[in-house]
Antibody, heavy 115, light 110 residues
């Protein structure tokens, strides 16, 4: 059974940093691209970043470019999102999702940016 | 990275069919057959319902179907059931190798 479990969310002050993790199981993690998608409270889905299976290709939404860094460790079956210079508008539930079609999603982790 | 355009809400009675549109440009929806649709119930993670315009993942009811014409993709749900009441989002690959979502459509089953 495919499972994606996010962690690392919490309350952080504007300008602060946070690192999200996504632990994958039930499939060959190293064979799939992975993504981060976020959803602000009461709002729609927003694609944040994608990383190819071998980390060769990385893409970011304009809204996070230069502030967020996606990475993965295939040996640990884990996906990461390093978030720096956080802003109030980054407040959202962050989901990790598998593959180009986002065929499996985690349950999400809430990031709140507030003073 | 502009969002795709979806109607804010649609509604239908049990047993009826509804269609949700998703309009983009030639740089996303119109340029690639990589349009997906997701169902999201309140407080839950999204679930993939349609991928690559018209393909259904294993386990998804055949009441759900997808299509595309030009820059507009569509999700049709036939034989509406109460459990179909949810938010629906479209997504497309873009010419920048990024992904973009629609604003979401709230489906109400009357």
């Amino acid at each position: 059974e495919v499972q994606l479990v996010e962690s690392g969310g919490g309350l952080v002050k504007p300008g602060g940093s946070l690192r999200l993790s996504c632990a994958a199981s039930g499939f060959t993690f190293s064979s799939y691209s992975m993504n981060w998608v976020r959803q602000a409270p009461g709002k729609g889905l927003e694609w944040v970043s994608s990383i190819s299976s071998s980390s060769s290709y990385i893409y970011y939404a304009d809204s996070v470019k230069g502030r967020f860094t996606i990475s993965r460790d295939n040996a640990k079956n884990s996906l990461y999102l390093q978030m720096n210079s956080l802003r109030a508008e980054d407040t959202a539930v962050y989901y990790c999702a598998r593959d180009a079609d986002f065929d499996y999603w985690g349950q999400g982790t809430l990031v709140t940016v507030s003073s | 990275q502009s969002a795709l355009t979806q109607p804010a809400s649609v509604s239908g009675s049990p047993g009826q069919s509804i269609t949700i549109s998703c309009t983009g440009t030639s740089s996303d929806v119109g340029g690639y057959n990589y349009v997906s649709w997701y169902q999201q119930h309140p407080g839950k993670a999204p679930k993939l319902m349609i991928y690559e315009v018209s393909n259904r993942p294993s386990g998804v009811s055949n009441r759900f179907s997808g299509s595309k014409s030009g820059n507009t993709a569509s999700l049709t749900i036939s034989g509406l059931q109460a459990e179909d009441e949810a938010d629906y989002y479209c997504s497309s690959y873009t010419s920048s190798s990024t992904r973009t979502f629609g604003g979401g459509t709230k489906l109400t089953v009357l």
